[in-house]
């Protein structure tokens, strides 16, 4: 779930709870919990769309959108050096 927030995040396009449950990796009500443990948690953020109020969108926390980043940073790193590119 975090990877789903996070790439959409990357990419500026928000995810929201209803195109979350059209992933089917869970039912609503696994969804619901899960989150609500990752919001208590401050793991991940949840707020209505500016765009539509009837949307909710999430996000990672600021402190998790940082490991984010350096997780994929030393993805990127490990795949260059595992390709023997050079950066």
């Known amino acids: 779930m975090l ?4 790439l959409h995040q990357e990419r500026g396009v928000p995810l929201t709870l ?3 449950l059209s992933f089917d990796i869970g039912s609503a009500a696994t969804l619901e919990r899960r989150l609500a443990r990752m919001k208590r948690l401050g793991v991940v953020t949840q707020s209505r769309s500016e765009l539509d109020r009837r949307n909710v969108e999430l996000k990672l926390s600021p402190k998790t959108w ?3 980043q350096r997780y994929g940073s030393l993805i990127a790193s490990s ?4 390709l023997g590119e050079s950066e």
């Open 3 to 6: 990877f789903l927030i996070g």
């Open 18 to 20: 209803k195109h979350m």
């Open 66 to 68: 940082r490991v984010f």
């Open 79 to 82: 795949n260059h050096t595992y």
